[in-house]
């Protein structure tokens, strides 16, 4: 069963109208919000707290690491999800891909365990 393009339709406008909606929303906030700036208002504000110091100071590079390191390993379990769903339907071709999916990740997770990645110091 071949797909053609205008089975791609629908998601063609969903795309269209998030898209648009975003680009409506940030027009309308830009244009119709105040304008009027003051020392007050440009001050740092943070739960009623006043400011102790400059909220500029740098973090560690291992604190990044950690968070860009998560992001990727929970966005590759995702595409676990429909794996799963479709277990039956996907047969042994589907489950040796997966096999293969979960050896390259267990890889890179191995390699930044070799690399000291993780270890916080």
Request: proline share 4%; aromatic share 18%; hydrophobic share 55%.
């Amino acid at each position: 069963m071949y797909s053609t393009p205008y089975d791609y339709l629908p998601m063609a406008i969903m795309a269209a109208v998030a898209f648009g909606f975003v680009a409506v929303t940030m027009a309308a906030t830009h244009l119709l919000g105040p304008k009027r700036k003051s020392e007050v208002k440009l001050d740092t504000f943070e739960c009623g707290i006043e400011s102790q110091q400059n909220a500029r100071f740098p973090f560690s590079i291992k604190y990044f690491l950690i968070a860009i390191l998560f992001v990727l390993f929970d966005v590759e379990v995702i595409f676990m999800y429909p794996w799963a769903v479709n277990f039956k339907e996907g047969g042994l071709e589907g489950f040796i891909e997966m096999l293969v999916f979960i050896g390259i990740l267990l890889a890179g997770y191995l390699y930044i365990i070799k690399k000291g990645a993780l270890k916080w110091e």
